[in-house]
């Protein structure tokens, strides 16, 4: 009986304390958002690569660490192919510019794009054989792209002008099982450090494992030389040998160093000479047709293209109601947000907003994020609100205006201008409001720590309190409190000009 009562007891001891450590980590997290002051912030970081541009934000930044998050801005170049990655973190990408494909690798779903093998031409030469792998997916300006955490993916732009994308890592996030430092793998080439604040330390420790004492370095010399081999790149594969990469995948010694990738200078993000060839479902009929009009003809039809899919995404969503259960490998993983026929909330005065969650992208529910798409007219306003189950991040995509976030205490934490590029972050519960200036508008994306988050408006809470209410909580009569409700818009769009005309 005892050895059962102290198995019990111990199992009860190690919940208690992991409860115990779990409960301080949280609260370490949550103590970050002690934030007297926010500041607008841009890259801190950039690596440039053969065809493109990576660029961070130090993750220690006071706002990030309070919103859990990281951030990269990626430039790729025409033609220009950035490298299979993976992150414990989930991932949400919003399209500022450009188009391309991307394809994800997800473990135990087919290879359902695939062409003939064939060995010999009509001439009687020999032809490459044919290639297979899994879905490939387009994605356009607007964008908003969800990749789960530890899933592969690549991107090439096959557009005439950079592919710019803002990408989110929610390192706070359930799914991933390190801690909060943002991590990047590469499945290949030699990338650089993307977030160096955070892997100076980790290169430290690193180095101190792998020194030796003076006196017993010939002993270990075959197992230095081993690790100086296994260091030379910065991918997975980097750090195994040549020779354990042929034996694995049963190949020669020479690609076995190619995928080491040791000496590669290209970066993260290399340019595909002649254009990257994939399997298209798109007939050779109709890409002759393509190649016989001009480029501006071939835009409007890709477009067109787009569009297509869109309605055969939303055909899928009325056959999973008809009992068609989509799976992991065919799911939709992107949404386009900046369409103004997607708009939810629309003002033709003050702009309009749009939202992706977990409703219209199903996904989003095992990432735990969403986002939203505003743009704002000129001298357009979003007025005062607050998210009130998520952190948010405002990034500007174009224009500028103002923003002004409050704190509980009713103190003023942000009021200021922002432009394009700039980052904002809105902790949860703190009321904000933007407005776009007068000279042009204001466009930006909001990334949110929830897949169902919420909104507050006060404007809202106005009409929804009785007057009495608001006449005693503010010292109003009852006339103000009547213009307090019902004047002005019913939403949360707002035209100055529009406003003052109501009076």
């Not at 590669?264 to 993000?269: K, L, N, V």
């Not at 986002?371 to 007219?377: H, K, P, S, W």
């Not at 189950?389 to 009713?410: D, M, P, T, W």
């Not at 009852?478 to 003052?500: D, F, I, M």
Request: glycine residues 6%.
């Amino acid at each position: 009986m005892s050895k059962p009562f102290l198995s019990l007891l111990s199992l009860s001891l190690l919940l208690f304390a992991s409860a115990c450590l779990a409960t301080r980590s949280e609260f370490d997290r949550l103590n970050q958002c002690q934030l007297d002051n926010i500041n607008a912030l841009e890259p801190d970081h950039r690596v440039e690569s053969e065809a493109g541009l990576t660029e961070t934000w130090n993750p220690n930044n006071p706002e990030l660490k309070c919103a859990g998050v990281s951030l990269i801005r990626r430039t790729i170049d025409p033609n220009g192919l950035h490298l299979p990655s993976f992150s414990p973190s989930p991932q949400l990408i919003f399209i500022i510019q450009g188009k391309g494909v991307l394809g994800l690798s997800l473990p135990g779903c087919p290879e359902t794009y695939e062409e003939p093998r064939s060995s010999q031409s009509r001439q009687g030469s020999r032809q490459p054989q044919g290639d297979s792998h899994q879905k490939i997916r387009r994605f356009r300006k607007g964008d908003i792209i969800a990749i789960p955490s530890g899933i592969p993916y690549w991107t090439y732009n096959h557009g005439d002008e950079p592919l710019v994308a803002i990408s989110l890592l929610d390192t706070s996030n359930i799914a991933n099982q390190l801690d909060s430092t943002p991590r990047v793998f590469y499945l290949g080439g030699n990338p650089e450090t993307e977030f160096p604040e955070t892997q100076e330390e980790q290169q430290g420790r690193h180095r101190q494992k792998h020194s030796y004492p003076v006196g017993r370095r010939s002993g270990h010399h075959q197992q230095q030389e081993e690790s100086e081999e296994q260091n030379e790149g910065n991918s997975v594969l980097s750090g195994f040998s040549s020779e354990f990469l042929a034996q694995t995948f049963n190949t020669e010694e020479d690609t076995a160093k190619r995928l080491r990738s040791p000496r590669d200078e290209r970066s993260q993000i290399v340019r595909v000479e002649g254009g990257l060839r994939i399997i298209n479902p798109k007939g050779k009929e109709e890409e002759e047709k393509e190649q016989s009009h001009s480029h501006s003809h071939r835009e409007e039809k890709e477009e067109e293209e787009e569009e297509e899919e869109d309605e055969e995404e939303k055909q899928r969503s009325e056959e999973r109601k008809n009992g068609l259960e989509e799976t992991i490998c065919s799911a939709k993983i992107r949404e386009n947000i900046a369409d103004a026929a997607r708009a939810d909330l629309y003002n033709p005065r003050a702009g309009r907003i749009s939202t992706a969650n977990s409703l219209t992208l199903p996904v989003l529910r095992y990432l735990r994020l969403s986002a939203e798409y505003v743009r704002l007219y000129r001298n357009g306003i979003y007025a005062p609100h607050w998210n009130i189950n998520a952190n948010s991040l405002l990034y500007v995509i174009r224009g500028e205006g103002r923003v002004r976030i409050v704190n509980c205490q009713g103190n003023t934490v942000f009021d200021n201008k922002v432009r394009k590029g700039q980052l904002v972050v809105v902790p949860q519960n703190f009321v904000v409001a933007e407005q776009a200036g007068e000279e042009e508008g204001l466009e930006y994306v909001v990334f949110k720590t929830n897949d169902r988050a919420a909104v507050s408006h006060v404007q809202q809470v106005f009409r929804a309190t009785p007057s009495e209410v608001l006449a005693n909580a503010f010292g109003l009569r009852q006339r103000q409190v009547t213009e307090l409700k019902l004047s002005g818009n019913r939403g949360p769009l707002v035209h100055p000009r529009s406003q003052s005309q109501s009076h």
